[in-house]
């Protein structure tokens, strides 16, 4: 009798497969490993990586505890919320608000690595109509500064709060005066950007990490 969700898994397994394929990472599906819910990726003599469904939500998840060769981790991770490891630069944005104190914090990933990160907090002066969406927005125009200014010229930001695209392309009008800035920021930027959408809390490795260093970026402060 098949397993609750194969049919499901399979084909989720069979996209990751393909994604890791063109990454140029050995891999393949362990028919024996099928449970309810759940199906192992082999992964070229490194382990395995488990791969979960939720049929309420008709949602999946990955676990890499079982993959050997930790140092292999961020490829795999990085193939699993389909980003590729090929040329261009990665950059992860977001804020936080703990105790009146707002953070932010930006990080540049290539290769699959962090090549440089920032974190800081934000004048309270800037925050009283905005409060967290200050530090969102902070993140992003530092991060873009920052690509500039070494001359990288076109980038991918990925973010998870809808105004940082909206009020840089226009499409939401900026009615505040950390918006209005913001916006004009962007009119006056040089950076090609390639805006990804990232849903809060998925369990993307780059995503987390930035919001771990602004709510660390917070904290420090209130210390």
Not at 18 to 42: C, H, M, N, P, Q
Not at 100 to 126: C, M, P, Q, S, W
Not at 143 to 168: F, P, S, T
Request: net charge neutral; proline share 1%; aromatic share 10%.
């Amino acid at each position: 009798m098949p397993a609750i969700g194969q049919n499901e898994l399979r084909a989720r397994a069979g996209e990751y497969i393909a994604r890791l394929t063109t990454e140029g990472i050995s891999s393949s599906l362990d028919e024996a490993s099928f449970r309810d819910y759940l199906v192992k990726v082999r992964i070229g003599g490194k382990g395995a990586v488990k791969i979960y469904y939720k049929p309420s939500k008709r949602t999946f998840t990955a676990d890499f505890g079982e993959v050997t060769d930790k140092t292999a981790v961020p490829a795999l991770e990085d193939a699993w919320h389909g980003h590729s490891g090929e040329h261009g630069y990665r950059i992860y944005v977001d804020g936080s608000r703990c105790n009146n104190i707002t953070g932010y914090a930006f990080a540049v990933v290539k290769d699959h690595r962090v090549v440089f990160e920032h974190a800081g907090v934000v004048d309270e002066t800037l925050t009283a109509e905005s409060a967290q969406i200050a530090g969102e927005l902070r993140a992003a125009t530092e991060a873009v500064e920052w690509c500039r200014a070494q001359g990288i010229g076109e980038i991918e930001l990925h973010y998870d709060y809808a105004g940082i695209e909206k009020w840089a392309s226009g499409e939401w009008k900026a009615n505040h005066a950390v918006s209005q800035a913001y916006a004009g920021f962007f009119s006056r930027n040089t950076v090609r950007v390639k805006w990804v959408k990232v849903a809060a809390h998925s369990g993307d490795r780059w995503n987390s990490h930035v919001d771990k260093l602004a709510r660390q970026a917070c904290s420090i402060r209130n210390e």
